[in-house]
């Protein structure tokens, strides 16, 4: 399947891009949001992350075509402040997330992230870590079951489904588990529109690979990397992720004064949100690219 990259010219246009200024895409995937800003950098610099090697192959072929100041961190992005450090760099000028499975990693059917297809239990994000699916349904207790259902897949049904997968166990495969699923469904929500495994495989994908603390810990780091009037751009897919990147922006972008208490001098804030509701696709983007339903996209600028 062909890669749409989601809010593609938004996104680079948000970034506000400077010909000699540092970027960092944390998201690299497919290249799309790293082509286009490494085609505006002259005397700049790009610095994408993966964790990937499929992903980072395919996008070095294509990264290689526009210019040689770039460099791949073949690492996840809660490290993006050490990893950074190695290579001297303490200020950057633009940073990007696209959150989300990647689409080669979706794919991809036996890396385990699809309910539409057979493979083994994995959704690992970084192929060299033990932790995967498989341990999750095959080890965690019905109480670690039922709150990351709940927690990350917002599953109505979480409790229902926890029980029938311990029931059921062992089950091995992403097929497996989606038939498990179902059983534990009544007819009425089986018929509605939407996959019945939709929101445990989300789940399941969000505790294997942490995906909530290492974007709350990555955000709360490029803050203080980002130089002045540089901007961070966060395109996100589900609600957990927007309110993750929203509270964040909001405590960063407010001074609270204790009532009473006169305004001596007018203090800034560290950031200053560019956008006060989130930027979604255009109708052309959502009718030409169905992963474009459900992003937003949130941006703020280092004031001070």
């Not at 791949?72 to 290579?87: D, M, P, T, Y």
């Not at 036996?110 to 970084?126: E, H, I, P, T």
């Not at 505790?207 to 901007?231: P, Q, Y």
Request: neutral net charge; glycine residues 4%; charged residues 30%.
């Amino acid at each position: 399947m062909e890669h749409i990259t989601v809010l593609l010219e938004k996104a680079i246009e948000q970034l506000n891009i400077k010909e000699d200024g540092i970027y960092v895409d944390c998201t690299l995937g497919g290249a799309g949001h790293s082509s286009l800003i490494l085609s505006k950098l002259k005397s700049g610099h790009l610095y994408s992350f993966d964790q990937d090697d499929f992903a980072i192959n395919i996008a070095k072929e294509r990264l290689d075509k526009i210019g040689k100041n770039y460099t791949i961190i073949r690492s996840n992005f809660v490290n993006i402040k050490s990893e950074l450090e190695k290579l001297g760099v303490t200020k950057v000028d633009g940073i990007l997330y696209d959150l989300g499975v990647s689409s080669f990693q979706f794919d991809d059917a036996k890396r385990g992230f699809s309910y539409n297809s057979d493979a083994k239990l994995d959704m690992r994000m970084d192929s060299s870590k033990d932790f995967s699916a498989h341990d999750i349904v095959n080890k965690y207790s019905y109480d670690e079951l039922v709150r990351i259902f709940y927690m990350y897949g917002e599953e109505p049904f979480s409790k229902q489904i926890a029980r029938k997968i311990i029931e059921n166990r062992p089950i091995n495969t992403t097929l497996e588990l989606v038939d498990v699923i179902k059983k534990a469904l009544p007819q009425k929500v089986l018929n509605s529109k939407g996959h019945p495994a939709k929101r445990i495989f989300q789940a399941l994908r969000i505790e294997v690979n942490d995906e909530l603390k290492v974007f709350e810990k990555s955000l709360n780091d490029v803050i203080n990397l980002l130089n002045i009037d540089g901007r961070v751009v966060v395109i996100s897919f589900h609600s957990l992720e927007d309110r993750v990147c929203k509270t964040i922006f909001k405590d960063n972008s407010t001074i609270n004064i204790p009532k009473g208490l006169p305004i001596i001098n007018k203090e800034l804030p560290k950031l200053e949100l560019i956008t006060k509701h989130p930027i979604t696709p255009s109708i052309d983007e959502l009718e030409n690219n169905n992963r474009a339903h459900s992003a937003k996209m949130r941006v703020a600028r280092r004031q001070i």
